[in-house]
């Protein structure tokens, strides 16, 4: 059976990632079903607003938001009946609930999420030290790292570690080569939480054939042996289970869900040097 399709309109006066995010966690839930989005950010004149209702128009469907502005709002939700397309104000039911129990209303300040703040500046920190240090650069001193991401080639440390880094978390990751000792101030760390990823030794042997394929390399090597691939993990293993470091299987894990456990760990971790 095909796949069917249907138009899915996202706007914004901010950036859209509160709608993007939310548009496809409800659209994964559907199978056989596949949507075309159109993402509308930064949409804060009238002139945007119509452009945007021109463009329902010509291709309706689903229509979702986030507008603090009454008036684009009540405008958006005018058009979208008069076109017959379904439209909802995602941030609508969440600011009534915090209005009734906080007894204020909102300020209606489009983005007011991303303000340049300590957070948003630790985020920035966090993904220039990530970044310095992927791939096992920049080894020789770990203790400045929160998490340190360790596992053979292709078990998803480098994005891993960059979404780590943009919830504002300075990540390391140093890969598994055969033949090549790990850097002793691995070794050595007491501050970083150190985190092993492992997977199934057919999931790794997919992905470096695919990645070889993309280079156009030699796929007859070592590199790909499914054998040689399993001895790689198992020694990993033996690794983790002797250095007492948690362990994540990212056989099945998206990005996000792998990060998660990370984070979870993480926050352990971080309450061993908390002064009781």
Same mark, same amino acid.
């Given at each position: 059976?095909?796949?069917?399709f249907f138009h899915l309109h996202l706007v914004s006066d901010a950036?859209?990632?509160?709608?993007?995010? =939310? %548009? &496809?966690?409800a659209a994964a839930q559907y199978e056989g079903v596949s949507a075309i989005e159109h993402i509308y950010p930064l949409i &804060?004149?009238?002139?945007?607003? @119509?452009? =945007?209702? *021109? *463009? +329902?128009?010509?291709?309706?469907g689903v229509v979702l938001y986030t507008m603090v502005e009454? *008036?684009?709002?009540?405008?958006?939700?005018?058009?979208?009946?008069?076109?017959?397309?379904?439209?909802?104000?995602?941030?609508?039911?969440?600011?009534?609930?915090?209005?009734s129990y906080l007894g204020a209303a909102q300020a209606s300040r489009p983005g007011a999420q991303h303000? !340049?703040?300590?957070? #948003?500046?630790?985020?920035i920190d966090a993904m220039n #030290?990530? !970044? /310095?240090?992927?791939d096992g650069q920049m080894a020789d001193n770990l203790e400045d790292a929160d998490v340190v991401l360790v596992g053979v080639s292709r078990t998803s440390k480098t994005p891993t570690s960059i979404y780590l880094a943009n919830r504002g978390i300075k990540t390391a990751n140093i890969p598994l080569v055969p033949g090549i000792p790990l850097p002793e101030s691995l070794q050595n760390a007491k501050k970083p939480l150190i985190v092993g990823l =492992? %997977?199934?030794? @057919?999931?790794? =042997?997919?992905?470096?054939?695919? &990645?070889? /394929? $993309?280079?156009?390399?030699?796929? %007859?090597?070592?590199?790909?042996? &499914?054998? $040689?691939?399993?001895?790689? +993990?198992a020694q990993s293993r033996r690794l983790f289970a002797r250095s007492q470091w948690p362990m994540i299987d990212v056989t099945r894990r998206s990005i996000e869900e792998t990060a998660? %456990?990370?984070?979870?760990?993480?926050?352990?971790?971080?309450?061993k040097f908390i002064a009781i």
């Open positions: 059976m095909g796949r069917n950036t859209g990632e509160t709608l993007i995010a =939310v %548009a &496809r966690a &804060r004149s009238r002139a945007q607003l @119509e452009r =945007v209702i *021109e *463009e +329902i128009d010509s291709a309706p009454a *008036e684009f709002a009540e405008r958006l939700e005018a058009a979208c009946a008069a076109a017959a397309c379904p439209c909802l104000s995602v941030l609508s039911p969440v600011l009534n609930l915090f209005q303000v !340049l703040n300590s957070e #948003y500046f630790k985020r #030290y990530t !970044l /310095l240090h992927d =492992v %997977a199934s030794p @057919e999931r790794i =042997v997919q992905i470096r054939q695919n &990645r070889l /394929l $993309s280079l156009n390399a030699d796929e %007859a090597s070592p590199y790909v042996d &499914r054998d $040689s691939v399993a001895e790689e +993990i998660a %456990a990370i984070i979870d760990l993480y926050k352990a971790h971080r309450m």
